[in-house]
């Protein structure tokens, strides 16, 4: 039933990611429902997922990212697209120090816990209420906002705590308007998920343990699809939706995951 597992968790994940409820706090929701005996570590299972979804934005930001690849080699335009990548760069800063240095901890966490899932959804409610409530201007994003939007992101690694969710929240907060705020949120991401994928295969001793698995194959390919539907999805709704609803749904989601955990 592997498959069909992973199959199912690949959809959840391409459904989740792109919006403010935590992909990975209902992936260990569901891993703690089904309680199957998966063939691979909670963490190496996400990373895999996450890729997928990271491949889904690419593909739906393709034309941004070509973009800001041409005007980075145009002398008008490349101070633009060199403060972009300076920005996204210093936004991974905290991600990789907190990945650098608490590796054991943050495997600690990938194991079904639906208390902490349930607390932290809880959590992300409540940041998305206060962001409904925030006053939106259209500042841009400087090295400065960059930064604590990162240090956000790492926080973030948390499962139930939503990285789009908590990212676009905190760029609310800073008077970033919100289409910029999600597009930073989507594209910050890709480059962290590739590097976490590259250095959970060398931990693995490299392919051969994971590249075969029929079962990750089918979550890495449901996940992809139904990503690029979600993201589409998602960049016209976070433009004219409230994010207070997706705060009761936290809420909601959480409130079950506490008393879940508690069975």
Excluded at 44 to 59: E, G, P, V, Y
Excluded at 68 to 96: A, C, E, G, Y
Excluded at 154 to 160: K, N, Q, S, T, Y
Excluded at 220 to 243: D, P, Q, Y
Aim: glycine share 8%; with cysteine.
């Amino acid at each position: 039933m592997d498959e069909f597992n992973f199959f199912l968790l690949g959809i959840i994940q391409g459904l989740t990611e792109f919006l403010p409820i935590s992909s990975s706090g209902h992936i260990e929701i569901a891993k703690g429902v089904l309680k199957s005996s998966f063939q691979t570590k909670g963490l190496l299972l996400t990373l895999i997922l996450h890729s997928a979804t990271a491949l889904s934005t690419i593909w739906v930001f393709k034309k941004d990212l070509l973009i800001i690849s041409q005007n980075f080699f145009i002398t008008s335009n490349r101070i633009i697209s060199q403060n972009f990548i300076l920005n996204i760069i210093i936004s991974m800063i905290p991600s990789v120090l907190v990945g650098f240095f608490l590796k054991d901890l943050i495997y600690s966490l990938f194991n079904a816990n639906l208390l902490l899932v349930g607390i932290m959804l809880i959590i992300t409610g409540i940041i998305l209420f206060l962001a409904d409530k925030s006053k939106v201007l259209s500042r841009e994003i400087t090295p400065f906002y960059a930064l604590i939007i990162g240090l956000t992101q790492a926080l973030a690694i948390l499962p139930g705590i939503s990285r789009s969710g908590s990212t676009i929240a905190i760029a609310i907060f800073l008077g970033i308007n919100k289409s910029e705020a999600a597009r930073f949120s989507f594209l910050m991401v890709i480059p962290l998920i590739f590097g976490s994928m590259i250095k959970t295969i060398i931990d693995y001793n490299g392919f051969e343990k994971i590249a075969f698995s029929p079962a990750l194959l089918i979550g890495f390919v449901s996940a992809f699809f139904t990503g690029i539907l979600a993201c589409k999805w998602m960049i016209s709704l976070v433009k004219k939706s409230n994010l207070k609803y997706f705060g009761y749904y936290c809420l909601i989601l959480g409130t079950f995951s506490l008393f879940y955990g508690n069975i």
